[in-house]
């Protein structure tokens, strides 16, 4: 009887343990997956970290170190947004200085102190970076604007980018590097740019100054004053592409006879979208800070810590 009821008793012990212990194994199989998609994510995110120590070199390459310290930190804020962009869309990073190249460039004088200044610029505004709609920016920047900086439309044609608005940056009228002036012989001019003349090449260069231009037509312009449209013999070419193929400051151009040579007078230097460098450093110098410089040139921008 004993031997029984003992086996009686132990029946119901497995009966009431067998489902404990297969919901238990069911529950650490199920917890698996999630541990293994958190190991993942963590791997994701760590193989996405941004080394900040290499804008020291992308700030270098891209402004002076006389520059104002708030100009600097705006364009620490750039530089950084242009990385993660970048990386996100799996595009090369802008170009960067090594710590050699600096002290070639700053001199080994000054080099420290440059140099501490780009960490200082860095650091004060890191992990920052600025965003539209929940994206990173295309944070355009040019030199020195010819006066107004540019919509985007007048360069990107096909895409949107509504926060690169022209603005008013007339400060970059009294920089040393606003105004340029280059003669070409007509010879100079059309063997600069043959690619424009095409098969006519040698007929345009043996004309003179005012026969050659006679056949270039500056045919249209944005609100900025950058020449958006040239025909050269009837075709009609971008402004960007003339003012690179010759590789002039600007594409803010215009051209003129004098004297038998072929003047030409550009204002500004850079494609002039975006941010105007030597605006930044005009509104820096006037006691505006980095994020109210970069709100100023980009329009409706959020900025967001990394």
Request: charged letters at 25%; aromatic letters at 12%; proline letters at 2%.
């Amino acid at each position: 009887m004993k031997h029984f009821l003992y086996r009686i008793l132990c029946g119901l012990v497995l009966f009431i343990l067998i489902p404990v212990v297969f919901t238990l194994v069911m529950q650490q199989g199920q917890k698996d997956p999630v541990i293994a998609k958190k190991d993942k994510t963590a791997y994701q995110t760590q193989e996405m970290d941004f080394d900040e120590d290499i804008l020291t070199g992308i700030i270098a390459n891209e402004v002076t170190m006389e520059t104002e310290i708030e100009a600097l930190k705006a364009q620490a804020v750039i530089a950084r947004t242009n990385c993660y962009r970048a990386i996100k869309r799996g595009e090369d990073l802008p170009e960067g200085l090594t710590k050699g190249e600096m002290i070639r460039i700053f001199g080994e004088e000054n080099f420290s102190e440059y140099y501490s200044r780009l960490e200082s610029s860095i650091e004060a505004t890191k992990g920052v970076v600025m965003t539209y709609n929940g994206e990173y920016i295309k944070a355009d920047f040019h030199k020195c604007s010819a006066g107004y900086t540019r919509n985007a439309n007048s360069i990107y044609q096909n895409e949107d980018f509504p926060y690169l608005k022209s603005k008013d940056s007339r400060t970059d009228i009294i920089s040393p590097d606003f105004l340029k002036v280059v003669f070409y012989t007509p010879q100079e001019f059309v063997e600069k740019g043959r690619e424009l003349f095409g098969d006519a090449a040698d007929i345009s260069a043996g004309k003179t100054a005012a026969e050659l231009l006679s056949e270039i037509s500056v045919t249209k312009k944005d609100e900025a004053g950058y020449v958006t449209e040239c025909t050269v013999l009837g075709t009609a070419y971008s402004g960007e592409k003339i003012r690179l193929l010759y590789d002039w400051d600007s594409s803010a151009f215009a051209l003129k006879e004098v004297d038998g040579r072929i003047r030409v007078v550009t204002k500004g230097v850079g494609h002039g979208l975006g941010c105007s460098l030597y605006g930044a450093d005009a509104m820096a110098e006037q006691g505006y800070s980095y994020k109210e410089i970069l709100e100023y040139f980009y329009t409706e921008i959020e900025f967001v810590s990394q």
